[in-house]
């Protein structure tokens, strides 16, 4: 019999002490990024635009550029209308960007701007004003950074974008994916996957080569890579979209709406994550291609299990506590749980209150108690748990940091931001090989500890 | 100068040092869509106060702005470090509607309750400011209940730039000094200004003063602490660093109190030096011994640098360097500091100098240099390739900037982890230079790798010739 808790997080704290997420509009800007010709833009305050870019370029390692209509005092009375205007020019002529992905920030949405009525008055400003080198595509999404998080504002620029260049087109067998805030790492090893399986892919979005892109001889101030505006129009033909995440809100899934809109089958899976997440998601691709899981593949799942048997004893009844985004934890909940860990806590700052029955559900037949789940929580609220203070290992972001510090625990960083260490942005999570290099990890960190914990300095382990 | 990537209306914020145009138009805003590697007033006002160790910084807004100032500075302290979380009231949607006061109050009192912090700073965000709170008055409220003090700082993002945040950080601890009893001050007395103890900088220099005999009162910001700028008008003198800062502090505390300061620079040699003379000057006619001290600090100092930097000089004679940082005080240093190592500065800028800086740096800089204020990353990488320069010193948001277009890189900002500040600093800045400059990646970036071919492939033949030797 598996008891349910989900801690009300907030109470008794009514303010927030060091977070565990970062605000809308930062999601929106990493899923701009993966549209080729894109330069995301923020309406608001000049600041936001650097913190975020800050914030990103730490995690990322690469030019991460993010224009801004730069609000001031008076904009922000008068309307912010003529700065948008005149930065969308601005970034479009410099950068040559084909499509603006334009979030609004906190200000803006406070201040009561209007997106429609701005992008309408840009249209006839263009209309009248060519820009040299032809008019950017204008794609845009509500950010208030006041209401959810980053992931919220990554699902919603993600639909944005789908919404805006999707049009009727024959039916034409291929696969939208849809890949969840992952890492560039993972884009890469999920197109791998499909391709496999010979299916034509579009996946939205796709920032694998514009965050993590190759030493180049001249520096394009538009990375190259990124999903295509054509390829986003022909989403309508796609014969099944499939969307990574049990979490994502309905109002923002673009597979939602691309199955409302356009009747194209929607399958939903969690980040394929470990062993079962990962066979679900071959298992369709299987479905789709008509052909089994390739043999090269089928190897990489056996050594999985392998090592997982290797690893047994190691990992039997060790605690965990998971924080991060809901969806990434989630996947790494569940493969935990395949290898004899026990998640006592799961902590996560989005509140999409879908967490805890998906938590249920990837640990059910594996554990006796599932883990305790804190949604819209902060670190402080980490700490306040004994779960948190006793556990053997901390996996989640480098934000964790301080805390696993504070109780000499070790922490395995997965998911975003990786803030203290190098390699962010190749960090493998999906498919059988992101399993075991998490397994690895895993281990190693165990090991680690009881080694350098031991007075003997065993040299076999 | 042609650079393609120059928007036309920042004409006027570029120029080239002796081409006969004498002024930048500087102290703009940034324009729209020109991707500005400027924050705002509330990041000014943050990174200011931010290494007051033992007072509550509690962001009122939305969470955006506290998670991304989080322990964003080396900022160290000797004690306390409640300056390391970070506090937000997280405003949502409702608040938005219906205001924010309570939720700041409540958010006020049980941090204050919990984490007894010696005095508390709340920062007003956009949203705070166009919902109106009137924070003003709940910080009033809360600090005489509590008993501490409870400063409100006027840093709405949106209402100016990074300067205008400073300015605000310095009305809000110009509340603070002269609020305590300054018994036990002497006259060879001192507050540091302008330093944030990055990588343990103010340690190095609060110790130069100490050997020169000096009390420091107060460390305004770095490891400071809010009963000691209580009582730091009893200084006799403000030493202010980083011009841009904390000047204006400088300014009310001479007004108000009667302080009189003097502008120093910790980077570099000849500044390191000057600026203990200068302060030993100061105080000439209290204790002449105070100046001996400090000759014999430099003397004592420039005994293991000179040599040392006389051998990385060797190594990097004739190597080109760009400079574009926060403040341009610090540019004025790096163009010194750089010249010691044999290298040219051929690009300077910085986010918010103001004219008279940037004359300053006209001065110290070799004709043809490019100076630019409040620049962008087309912009910076174009002057970049067209300078051919072999390093750029930055912050974070320049490294990918530099490495991309493959060359090397120095973090001069915030979250630098090397002391840069003082003779020690002049040391690890020049082996930091050499460490990036000299490294063999260069060799293999794309852009650079057909100028030198020596060593960049190993033929099976070579190795076999080699080994039969």
């Known amino acids: 019999m598996i008891k349910t808790s989900v801690a009300k997080a907030r109470e008794p704290w009514v303010s927030t002490a060091n977070p565990c997420h970062q605000c809308r509009p930062l999601g929106a800007m990493v899923a701009f990024q993966g549209v080729e010709g894109c330069v995301p833009f923020l309406h608001g305050s000049q600041g936001c635009a650097t913190y975020m870019r800050r914030y990103l370029i730490s995690h990322f390692r690469e030019p991460v550029d993010i224009a801004s209509s730069s609000v001031s005092e008076k904009e922000a009375v008068l309307g912010g209308g003529p700065s948008l205007r005149k930065g969308l020019r601005n970034v479009t002529e410099k950068y040559g960007a084909s499509v603006v992905g334009v979030a609004t920030t906190c200000l803006t949405e406070t201040t009561g701007e209007d997106l429609g009525m701005l992008v309408r008055e ?12 032809g008019n950017p595509e204008i794609v845009t999404v509500p950010c208030p950074s006041y209401d959810g998080s980053h992931i919220d504002g990554f699902h919603g620029a993600n639909r944005a974008l789908v919404a805006h260049f999707a049009e009727a087109c024959s039916p034409h067998g291929g696969m939208a994916l849809f890949p969840n805030f992952v ?3 993972d884009l890469r090893h999920l197109r791998e996957m499909v391709g496999a399986f010979g299916i034509p892919l579009t996946l939205v979005p796709d920032y694998a080569d514009r965050l993590d892109g190759p030493a180049l001889v001249e520096t394009d101030p538009l990375p190259a890579g990124g999903t295509t505006m054509a390829d986003m129009r022909a989403l309508p033909g796609c014969r099944v979209s499939v969307e990574l995440g049990r979490t994502i809100p309905e109002k923002l899934s673009a597979a939602t709406w691309l199955e409302q809109e356009w009747k194209v089958p929607r399958r939903t899976l969690g980040l394929p994550i470990g062993i079962r997440e990962t066979d679900a998601f071959m298992a369709i691709l299987e479905e ?6 390739p043999e090269a593949w089928q190897a990489e799942r056996g050594r999985l299990i392998d090592a997982c048997v290797d690893a047994h004893k190691y990992l039997a009844g060790r605690t965990a506590v998971v924080f991060g985004d809901e969806d990434m934890v989630a996947g790494i909940v569940s493969f935990l749980t395949e290898i004899g860990m026990k998640t006592t806590l799961v902590a996560t700052g989005g509140k999409s209150g879908r967490l805890a029955p998906v938590i249920e559900r990837v640990t059910r037949t594996f554990l006796e108690e599932m883990p305790r789940v804190l949604e819209d929580s902060d670190f402080r609220d980490v700490e306040e748990c004994a779960e948190a203070r006793m556990a053997d290992l901390f996996i989640g972001h480098s934000k964790g940091y301080k805390l696993a510090r504070r109780h000499d625990i070790p922490l395995v960083r997965v998911g975003f931001p990786l803030h203290d260490r190098f390699g962010g942005q190749r960090l493998l999570h999906v498919g059988w090989r992101g399993a075991l290099d998490l397994l690895d990890t895993i281990v190693n960190a165990i090991l680690e500890k009881r080694q350098d914990d031991s007075p003997v300095g065993y040299s076999y382990l | 100068m042609e650079a393609p990537r120059v928007f036309e209306e920042r004409m006027g914020q570029i120029l080239v040092a002796g081409s006969g145009t004498d002024t930048i138009s500087c102290d703009k805003q940034s324009l729209a869509g020109s991707v500005s590697q400027r924050a705002c007033v509330f990041c000014g006002a943050r990174v200011v106060l931010y290494p007051i160790a033992d007072a509550l910084h509690l962001v009122h807004g939305p969470i955006g702005c506290a998670a991304y100032t989080w322990d964003i500075r080396g900022a160290l302290s000797s004690g306390p470090e409640l300056h390391r979380m970070s506090f937000s009231t997280d405003m949502r949607e409702r608040e938005v509607i219906f205001g924010a006061e309570k939720k700041l109050e409540q958010s006020l009192r049980e941090l204050i309750a919990k984490y007894q912090p010696r005095g508390a700073f709340v920062y007003s965000t956009c949203v705070a400011g166009v919902i109106g709170d009137d924070i003003d008055a709940v910080c009033r409220r809360v600090g005489k209940d509590v008993g501490i003090p409870v400063i409100a700082v006027q840093s709405e993002g949106f209402k100016g730039n990074k300067r205008a945040g400073y300015s605000a950080a310095c009305q809000a601890i110009d509340k603070l000094v002269g609020t305590a009893d300054t018994t036990g001050i002497g006259p060879l007395s001192i507050n540091i200004l302008g330093d944030f103890n990055l990588a343990g900088e103010i340690w190095l220099i609060r110790q130069y003063y100490e050997k020169m005999g000096l009390q420091v009162v107060a460390n305004v910001t770095g490891d400071g602490r809010i009963d000691d700028i209580r009582r730091s008008h009893g200084a006799a ?16 505390m001479k007004e108000k109190h009667g302080v ?4 120093v620079s910790y980077f570099g040699i000849e500044d390191m030096a000057e600026s203990l003379y200068a302060v030993a000057r100061h105080f000439q006619d209290v204790d002449w011994q105070v100046m001996e001290r400090a000759k014999k600090i430099v003397a004592d100092e420039l005994k293991t640098l000179v040599p040392e930097m006389k051998e990385l000089k060797k190594r990097l004679q004739g190597k ?10 610090k540019a004025f240093s790096l163009i010194k500091a750089f010249r010691h190592l044999g290298m040219r500065v051929t690009l300077v800028g910085s986010q918010t100098g103001t004219e008279e800086d940037y004359r300053e740096i006209q001065q110290v800089c070799d004709p043809g240099t490019v100076i630019v204020d409040d620049t962008n990353p087309l912009e910076l990488g174009a002057f970049l390739k067209e300078n051919d320069v ?4 930055g912050g974070v948001k320049e490294r990918p900037i530099a490495y991309k277009l493959g060359l090397g890189f120095c973090d001069h900002n915030h979250e630098r982890k090397l002391a ?8 690890n800045f020049a082996k930091e230079v050499a460490a990036t400059v000299e490294s063999p990646i260069w060799k293999f970036v794309p852009r650079r790798c057909g100028r030198t071919t020596a060593g960049t492939s190993l033929s099976t033949e070579s190795v076999h010739d080699g080994s039969s030797k």
Do not use: H
């Open chain 1, 122 to 133: 840009w249209d006839k400003e263009v209309a009248e004003r060519p820009l040299q080198g």
């Open chain 1, 183 to 185: 890492s560039p790492a």
């Open chain 1, 288 to 293: 789709l291609s008509g052909i089994e899981t």
């Open chain 2, 237 to 252: 003198l403000n030493v202010v660093q980083c011009s841009g800062a904390t000047m204006e502090l400088a300014r009310y």
């Open chain 2, 260 to 263: 009189p300061f003097l502008r």
């Open chain 2, 320 to 329: 080109t360097a760009a400079v574009y940082v926060g403040g341009a005080f």
């Open chain 2, 390 to 393: 072999d390093i750029l010193v």
């Open chain 2, 420 to 427: 840069l500040e003082g003779f020690l600093g002049m040391r």
